[in-house]
């Protein structure tokens, strides 16, 4: 009897230790899986940002960039597209695109001498580049604490707190390869550059 | 083979040690006053003097924590940053930015009128920060280096140098109080002994001997280490501000312009020179290597963390 007493308290003592671990284990996951959602907000406040900018930017360019429509109109595009998206993949894809139509308009912009005295350019310029940097930032810091979680539900035990309380890896805001490497080209032969499209 | 992680943990190792000894420092202090005390025939049962100094070092410690930010600003005469200017603007954006990077709450910013290119950070924690640059800075600094700047600056907040420098320069000033009070002590201590004497013998000359050489090394030692955390503080968040905008040439390059400025910053009190991001009393201790100029000054040489800074950006590529 008393044998079967002392296992039975031993079992209970099992039980409690491993119930409180688990409660504090999910909690671990909880809590990082708030600190990413507040990464992610981070980053589409700033990216909301970038999308009220772009316009006032392009119209306070338009009447001196006239011969570069084309460019303009693609940041139009690319920024319309981009307040579409949805989802983080869809999300990183379109900013990508909207960010190389950017660096293109800033690197077309160093042609016009007279856009980078106007003073009202140059306060769009230094509000949107610190928006890019901000976007950057907030990327760089999303995806830390995205990389966190998702590593707390592969690692042994946790994951089978993860996999009880189906916990879903997230997403990385991801810049693609291509995009990354791509360097803004100052090209001297304008026009060549707009024949391309 | 240092990365930036590595040289984070040893800093903060490190540190942890100079706290200690510190503590340890207060209780050299305490317990030799004790032992003269308990030779001297007085032995009220419980370490009284050692329990003392560490209250006494505890409680000016709590002292400069609360309140101690105002002060700092209002020494410095810093005004808050005007956002019409777009300098000012620029300068605004770009702490947002690394604030964003290091995950904290944007801090006050804050402009001090001085030609000399300098920047420093107060504040208890990352919640209730501010920051200040002199005027000079944003004049001779591009937007990159300003960055760079910002960053070392936040880091300070983030590890809570802010925090811990000005618990060390707390204890160090109450050491330093303490030892003076018991060489006064002494003397009168030693004038009653000679009128009635007997009292301890041998062991009581042997605990005042110990005890006068401690209350005499104890406030030069802890000057010392107060300057040497200040110093370790420094490379960490120049490591880890580097870690935030991963770009150490920026820093580097602004390390550069700031000592090419060889002039003090007469607008920042030698009082907080652990705070900023190099020492304004100017070119000649900040640019001198060898162990006694090291010894002896808040921040590291400038040519060795731009060295270091340099050998970051090589590991990174």
Redesign the interface.
Known sequence: MAAIGGCLTLLVVIAVFGAIWAIWRYNNLISLRNQVGN?WK?IDV?LKRRHDLIPNLVAAVKGEMQFEQDTLEKVIQARNSAVAARGVADTADKENALTQTLSRLFALAENYPTLKAN?QV??LM??LS?TE??IG??R??YNDIATRFNTAQQLFPDNLIAQTFHFQPVELYEIKDEAERAVPKVDLNVRSDQTKS | MTNLFDQQKRNLTNTRLFIAGFVLLLVLVGLGADGVLYAGGFSPGIPFATLGALAFGGMSAWWSLHGGDRAVLESASAVPLDPSDPRQRQLENVVEEVAIAGGIPKPAIYIVPDADPNAFATGSGPEKASIAVTRGLLEKLNRDELQGVISHELSHVRNYDVRLMTVVAALAGAILLLSDWSRRGLGWGGRRRSSNDGGGGGLGILFAILWVVSIVLAPIIAQIVSLAVSRQREYLADASGAELTRNPLALASALEKIAAAVEPTPSIKQGIAHLCIEDPRGGSLGQKDGVFANLFSTHPPIARRIALLREMAYQKA
């Open positions: 990464g981070q700033q003073e140059k306060t230094e509000e610190s940097n901000r930032f907030a760089q810091f």
